[in-house]
């Protein structure tokens, strides 16, 4: 493919270093799902291609591979835009702003025209000072809003690139405020959602120059697609690791009660947006958990899961829900009482999910169940009566791999009575003998098979239980008839002890010299 | 019957017990739940075809899954669970076929193989060679008895007190049918020739046995590798091998 020869004719300074780049990266898209494109589709931030205000202007580009002609093309427009941007904002008085508005407009259309923006060689011919010019106060809302188009769609791509906003993040947040038009609020939300988007220290810099409150406020009202991107920036601005901004957010006026309204009578893209909220104030927060588990909250998540088709929705519902359980007792011990209707009711909505398609839901659901069965005897017998045994151990033998470990979790649960003290937890022996006359074993001593450390333990784990705890010593046989023997002599050529150890130890307790001899 | 069972590991053993999991945001527990939602976003904006999803979840997925496999001195790497399977099973099944025991090399199958059944390598130790070759790969050394490699394996590399290269694998139910009728059998006769069977191997009983020797099953007709029951089969390359393979 011809490289260089007639691209070196054409090629200006700016774009030398920068075409080549271009070119090689567009021509990589055309071919599977290339690494950038893997790069960008799995990032936290979003692209603007159609405007808050639903402006059609911009015909969404059919296929977004360019070639490599088109690509100098579009590098070259966006320089030239930047240009006419800067002369534009030199200027004074009549028609300037207007000369602005289309210098800004033109910027703002090259970067939306495709999945992969010219961001680099709008950056280069030095676009971010002027685009914070054109975000002084007392602007209009046309100019406010191209210039924080433009900067969202700079802020979506690589981490230097959305870097690159810093010097523009003061007169973003400052138009978060409620003298802002609704669309320039937005836009410069869905902006800073990008930043926040991008990783820990953006984050905090955001936090430290206040940007929290004003979102939030933003996410009070109970109409408006503002509302849903304030939702999802702030989602992406908590997400920690650090706690401190969760733990702030919750503490809001106003935000508890918009949750829980939210969560219950809005619209399912809204309702997703606040589900991720919950997800990451129930992860991070121990102060927001305790909050949340005493209102209504889980009941409205209950209940939007039962309701829901939508992966979209179910995923941070279903994840919110295991994270307040994961994360305070309280949850299983005074409000997910066995016997109430709201545990049948969770009961249910995660038997739900263990039918779904989705992997993600089975997984995650089958965690859950997993956390409710570490509680007391009432909530395993609760668990273990319901119809989600039959299901669990049909996915134990059929199901992928991270699927089969988290129900392995749930069902040997089940066979433990809860932790008191010292010593080996009692067994609880009707559940286990039922469950391994159901034929769970093999499922288990597959585990032991596994490459996987975590897995094994598991298995061996159970194995364990097995051999102890099946009465008239049926254990040790049953054990063999599934190849138990076998899978646990692997052992002794692992190279983890720990497993070693466990290993030799039930087969030396269990399966020593007089095994089988008075057969 | 009243055997005295084996408590050395019951203290460390750790037990099942139920306990509550919690997991950080960024805990890779999440990470296909988190990679659905940027997915699920960007569906419509990006015009996402169900090929590029469907290859997008198995990238991420085989970044998250690949293992090397854990058996001493193997390593490989493998690019999923699934095929650690298929691994183990190529690599790490050498088992004898006059005892099943099933061994993770050739080289230790090999080893294994002279010191259970061959009586050659009974004869030279009890005339003072030093025939028991240490297990670690590389090191070379041999030693006059299996007390005495054994000792090296604890002080030298570190392997467990408990490790015990004979005493290794419990054979299957058929198997030991099979011996407690021979020793029934052979009772009327040298009652010694049974310790042959390496369950009840003594370094003394070894000695005395290569004395009281009898033909019967003392040397390795051929070696399999594959699972115990391709027991009987000359060596079969792996190509060859049944299940997997098309033909």
Same mark, same amino acid.
């Given at each position: 493919?011809?490289?260089?020869?007639?691209?070196?004719?054409?090629?200006?300074?700016?774009?030398?270093?920068?075409?080549?780049?271009?070119?090689?990266?567009?021509?990589?898209?055309?071919?599977?799902?290339?690494?950038?494109?893997?790069?960008?589709?799995?990032?936290?931030?979003?692209?603007?291609?159609?405007?808050?205000?639903?402006?059609?202007?911009?015909?969404?580009?059919?296929?977004?591979?360019?070639?490599?002609?088109?690509?100098?093309?579009?590098?070259?427009?966006?320089?030239?835009?930047?240009?006419?941007?800067?002369?534009?904002?030199?200027?004074?008085?009549?028609?300037?702003?207007?000369?602005?508005?289309?210098?800004?407009?033109?910027?703002?259309?090259?970067?939306?025209?495709?999945?992969?923006? %010219?961001? &680099?060689?709008?950056?280069?011919?030095? +676009?971010? *000072? #002027? /685009?914070?010019?054109? $975000?002084?106060?007392? @602007? !209009?809302?046309?100019?406010?809003?191209?210039?924080?188009?433009?900067?969202?769609?700079?802020?979506?791509?690589? %981490?230097? &690139?959305?870097?690159?906003?810093?010097? +523009?993040? *003061? #007169? /973003?947040?400052?138009? $978060?405020?409620?003298? @802002? !038009?609704?669309?320039?609020?937005?836009?410069?939300?869905?902006?800073?959602?990008?930043?926040?988007?991008?990783?820990?220290?953006?984050?905090?810099?955001?936090?430290?120059?206040?940007? #929290?409150?004003?979102?939030?406020?933003?996410?009070?009202?109970?109409?408006?697609?503002?509302?849903?991107?304030?939702?999802?920036?702030?989602?992406?601005?908590?997400?920690?690791?650090?706690?401190?901004?969760?733990?702030?957010?919750?503490?809001?006026?106003?935000?508890?009660?918009?949750?829980?309204?939210?969560?219950?009578?809005?619209?399912?893209?809204?309702?997703?947006?606040?589900?991720?909220?919950?997800?990451?104030?129930?992860?991070?927060?121990?102060?927001?958990?305790?909050?949340?588990?005493?209102?209504?909250?889980?009941?409205?998540?209950?209940?939007?899961?039962?309701?829901?088709?939508?992966?979209?929705?179910?995923?941070?519902?279903?994840?919110?829900?295991?994270?307040?359980?994961?994360?305070?007792?309280?949850?299983?011990?005074?409000?997910?009482?066995?016997?109430?209707?709201?545990?049948?009711?969770?009961?249910?909505?995660?038997?739900?999910?263990?039918?779904?398609?989705?992997?993600?839901?089975?997984?995650?659901?089958?965690?859950?169940?997993?956390?409710?069965?570490?509680?007391?005897?009432?909530?395993?017998?609760?668990?273990?009566?319901?119809?989600?045994?039959?299901?669990l151990l049909r996915l134990l033998s059929t199901a992928p791999f991270d699927i089969r470990k988290e129900v392995a979790y749930v069902l040997g649960n089940l066979c433990v009575a809860p932790t008191a003290g010292e010593g080996k937890p009692n067994l609880i022996e009707e559940h286990l003998v039922s469950l391994v006359q159901r034929g769970c074993l093999s499922g288990f001593i597959d585990l032991v098979r596994s490459a996987d450390i975590e897995a094994a333990r598991l298995g061996l784990q159970?194995?364990?239980?097995?051999?102890?705890?099946?009465?008239?010593?049926?254990?040790?046989?049953?054990?063999?008839?599934?190849?138990?023997?076998?899978?646990?002599?692997?052992?002794?050529?692992?190279?983890?002890?720990?497993?070693?150890?466990?290993?030799?130890?039930?087969?030396?307790?269990?399966?020593?010299?007089?095994?089988?001899?008075?057969? | 019957?009243?055997?005295?069972?084996?408590?050395?590991?019951?203290?460390?053993?750790?037990?099942?017990?139920?306990?509550?999991?919690?997991?950080?945001?960024?805990?890779?527990?999440?990470?296909?739940?988190?990679?659905?939602?940027?997915?699920?976003?960007?569906?419509?904006?990006?015009?996402?075809?169900?090929?590029?999803?469907?290859?997008?979840?198995?990238?991420?997925?085989?970044?998250?899954?690949?293992?090397?496999?854990?058996?001493?001195?193997?390593?490989?790497?493998?690019?999923?669970?699934?095929?650690?399977?298929?691994?183990?099973?190529?690599?790490?099944?050498?088992?004898?076929?006059?005892?099943?025991?099933?061994?993770?090399?050739?080289?230790?199958?090999?080893?294994?193989?002279?010191?259970?059944?061959?009586?050659?390598?009974?004869?030279?130790?009890?005339?003072?060679?030093?025939?028991?070759?240490?297990?670690?790969?590389?090191?070379?050394?041999?030693?006059?008895?299996?007390?005495?490699?054994?000792?090296?394996?604890?002080?030298?590399?570190?392997?467990?007190?408990?490790?015990?290269?004979?005493?290794?694998?419990?054979?299957?139910?058929?198997?030991?049918?099979?011996?407690?009728?021979?020793?029934?059998?052979?009772?009327?006769?040298?009652?010694?020739?049974?310790?042959?069977?390496?369950?009840?191997?003594?370094?003394?009983?070894?000695?005395?046995?290569?004395?009281?020797?009898?033909?019967?099953?003392?040397?390795?007709?051929?070696?399999?590798?594959?699972?115990?029951?391709?027991?009987?089969?000359?060596?079969?390359?792996?190509?060859?091998?049944?299940?997997?393979?098309?033909?």
């Amino acid at each position: 493919m011809a490289d260089d020869s007639p691209a070196s004719h054409r090629r200006d300074p700016i774009k030398s270093s920068v075409g080549n780049v271009a070119a090689q990266r567009r021509r990589q898209n055309a071919v599977t799902v290339g690494k950038e494109r893997r790069e960008s589709l799995v990032r936290a931030k979003r692209l603007c291609r159609v405007g808050a205000t639903g402006d059609g202007d911009v015909p969404v580009e059919e296929s977004d591979m360019i070639t490599d002609e088109e690509g100098f093309l579009l590098d070259a427009q966006t320089s030239s835009a930047v240009e006419e941007l800067k002369s534009a904002v030199a200027c004074q008085g009549k028609g300037a702003m207007q000369k602005r508005v289309n210098a800004l407009r033109e910027l703002r259309r090259l970067l939306s025209k495709s999945e992969f923006p %010219p961001v &680099e060689a709008a950056l280069k011919a030095g +676009a971010i *000072p #002027l /685009l914070v010019q054109c $975000l002084s106060f007392g @602007s !209009s809302d046309e100019q406010l809003l191209e210039a924080a188009w433009c900067l969202t769609n700079i802020a979506a791509g690589k %981490p230097e &690139e959305t870097k690159a906003l810093l010097p +523009a993040l *003061p #007169l /973003l947040i400052a138009h $978060l405020g409620e003298k @802002s !038009s609704l669309p320039v609020a937005e836009q410069c939300a869905w902006a800073l959602g990008n930043v926040a988007g991008e990783g820990e220290e953006l984050r905090n810099v955001l936090l430290s120059q206040g940007a #929290l409150p004003p979102l939030a406020r933003m996410m009070l009202p109970n109409k408006g697609s503002t509302v849903r991107t304030a939702a999802w920036a702030l989602s992406n601005l908590i997400k920690g690791p650090d706690p401190k901004a969760a733990t702030e957010l919750i503490k809001v006026d106003g935000v508890l009660d918009a949750i829980l309204r939210h969560l219950r009578k809005a619209y399912e893209e809204l309702a997703t947006e606040v589900a991720w909220v919950v997800v990451y104030l129930s992860a991070l927060s121990n102060f927001a958990t305790g909050i949340l588990v005493k209102s209504d909250v889980l009941q409205l998540l209950v209940e939007r899961l039962a309701a829901s088709n939508s992966l979209q929705l179910l995923i941070p519902v279903l994840r919110s829900l295991g994270n307040l359980v994961a994360g305070d007792s309280h949850t299983t011990s005074t409000v997910l009482v066995p016997g109430h209707e709201i545990t049948d009711g969770v009961v249910k909505v995660l038997v739900k999910c263990l039918k779904s398609d989705h992997r993600v839901l089975k997984k995650e659901a089958a965690w859950v169940l997993s956390n409710i069965a570490a509680g007391s005897i009432e909530h395993k017998q609760c668990i273990y009566s319901s119809e989600a045994v039959p299901l669990l151990l049909r996915l134990l033998s059929t199901a992928p791999f991270d699927i089969r470990k988290e129900v392995a979790y749930v069902l040997g649960n089940l066979c433990v009575a809860p932790t008191a003290g010292e010593g080996k937890p009692n067994l609880i022996e009707e559940h286990l003998v039922s469950l391994v006359q159901r034929g769970c074993l093999s499922g288990f001593i597959d585990l032991v098979r596994s490459a996987d450390i975590e897995a094994a333990r598991l298995g061996l784990q159970f194995t364990e239980l097995v051999l102890r705890g099946m009465p008239n010593g049926e254990g040790p046989k049953l054990v063999e008839q599934e190849d138990g023997i076998d899978a646990m002599e692997r052992y002794q050529f692992h190279e983890n002890e720990d497993l070693r150890n466990m290993a030799n130890g039930l087969v030396d307790k269990y399966f020593g010299e007089d095994y089988g001899i008075d057969e | 019957m009243a055997m005295v069972v084996d408590y050395k590991h019951e203290s460390s053993f750790p037990y099942w017990t139920s306990v509550c999991r919690r997991f950080e945001p960024d805990s890779p527990f999440f990470s296909s739940g988190n990679l659905e939602r940027e997915l699920l976003a960007k569906q419509v904006a990006l015009d996402l075809t169900e090929d590029e999803r469907n290859q997008l979840e198995k990238m991420i997925d085989n970044d998250a899954r690949s293992v090397f496999c854990p058996i001493v001195g193997c390593g490989a790497r493998l690019t999923s669970l699934e095929d650690f399977e298929d691994h183990y099973a190529a690599r790490h099944t050498a088992s004898c076929s006059v005892c099943s025991r099933v061994y993770p090399t050739s080289r230790l199958l090999s080893i294994h193989v002279s010191e259970a059944h061959d009586s050659f390598f009974q004869a030279k130790v009890a005339r003072g060679y030093a025939m028991y070759e240490c297990l670690v790969e590389g090191c070379g050394l041999k030693f006059k008895n299996y007390k005495g490699r054994q000792q090296h394996l604890v002080d030298k590399h570190k392997f467990p007190t408990s490790f015990d290269f004979f005493n290794k694998a419990h054979p299957s139910k058929k198997k030991r049918l099979k011996n407690q009728q021979k020793r029934r059998m052979h009772k009327k006769d040298e009652e010694t020739s049974s310790k042959m069977e390496v369950e009840n191997e003594t370094i003394d009983g070894l000695v005395s046995a290569v004395s009281k020797l009898s033909t019967s099953d003392s040397s390795p007709s051929n070696i399999s590798f594959g699972r115990r029951n391709a027991r009987g089969l000359t060596f079969v390359p792996r190509s060859i091998q049944p299940p997997r393979e098309k033909k």
